[in-house]
């Protein structure tokens, strides 16, 4: 069989499962099986494909069908220009993530820091902070020791070792250092909101990493709290947040004694990320 046969095959098989990205995800997911870019099996689409890979391809379809992130089929996903292994142990990282990103990097512009990243995960966040801050160092922490493995294995990927550290710790337990920046992607979903989640998040994507409690503010006060004792003077606290939570985290920094400086807004003009001080 040659790649514009079977890709059309995974793709109904995929539309009949209501996956509304079947063709994108049908290319990507053979794209990675060959090791070749997709724009080459666009331009090759009458290349004959190995009964071998025919095989994985048809497996990895069915992990598809089952709901399965494309990111943990292929291992990997792109974040700030960078490609991050990731599996189930960390969040696929988001698009609306990297609104913080941008706002650090205009702020600390020509700088060196020192970073706290609470709830690191697969590391992208502080990862792309430090790959853009030469001479920057980092501190990586979760609660996940299989996340903080795949935080370790990105930043050796990335040439970024001997500026990060990463532990695996507790925020409430963390007193080590004094930061610039801290910041954080928190749990921030409220706990009965769960269920109502796409079906490639919940049965998939790690729960102790969305679940923020009874009105998913649980975590956000934890961060918010210890962040008074480990933020130096006029640094920076960059926090997440989830849908609807702008007015209650906000009262809960101004209560820690922070002063909002900018809020981002997402792609459905939701407040994303609230960037304060103290």
């Keep these: 069989m040659i790649v514009e046969e079977i890709v059309k095959q995974a793709s109904n098989r995929l539309k009949k499962e209501n996956i509304n990205s079947h063709q994108l995800d049908s290319e990507l997911i053979l794209s990675h099986i060959m090791d070749v870019s997709r724009e080459f099996l666009i331009f090759n689409s009458q290349l004959k494909i190995k009964k071998n890979t025919l095989k994985k391809y048809n497996f990895a379809i069915l992990r598809r069908i089952k709901r399965e992130p494309i990111a943990y089929i292929t291992g990997k996903k792109e974040f700030w220009s ?4 990731v599996n189930e142990n960390t969040l696929v990282p988001r698009p609306e993530t990297e609104l913080m990103i ?3 990097l205009k702020f600390f512009k020509n700088r060196t820091i020192n970073v706290l990243d609470i709830g690191t995960g697969s590391g992208c966040v502080l990862l792309s902070i430090l790959k853009n801050l030469n001479f920057s160092r980092g501190t990586g922490i979760d609660i996940s020791s299989k996340a ?38 928190p749990p921030y979903i409220p706990s009965k909101d ?9 049965d998939h994507e790690p729960k102790s990493a969305l679940d923020g409690g009874t009105d998913g503010l649980d975590l956000i006060k934890k961060v918010i709290y210890k962040s008074n004792h480990l933020l130096k003077r006029n ?14 985290v906000t009262d809960i920094l101004k209560r820690n004694k922070f002063r909002e400086i900018s809020k981002e807004f997402d792609y459905n003009s939701n407040v994303r990320c609230i960037i304060s001080t103290k």
């Design 194 to 202: 769960i269920k109502n989640l796409s079906k490639d998040i919940i």
């Design 102 to 104: 941008y706002r650090v």
């Design 235 to 248: 640094g920076l606290l960059v926090i997440e947040i989830g849908f609807n939570q702008y007015r209650k």
């Design 82 to 85: 960078e490609n991050f292994l």
């Design 148 to 185: 903080i493995k795949v935080a370790t294995t990105n930043a050796k990927n990335l040439n970024l070792s001997n500026r990060t550290h990463f532990k695996i710790c507790d925020i409430k337990n963390y007193n080590i250092g004094k930061y610039d920046l801290i910041i954080s992607n």
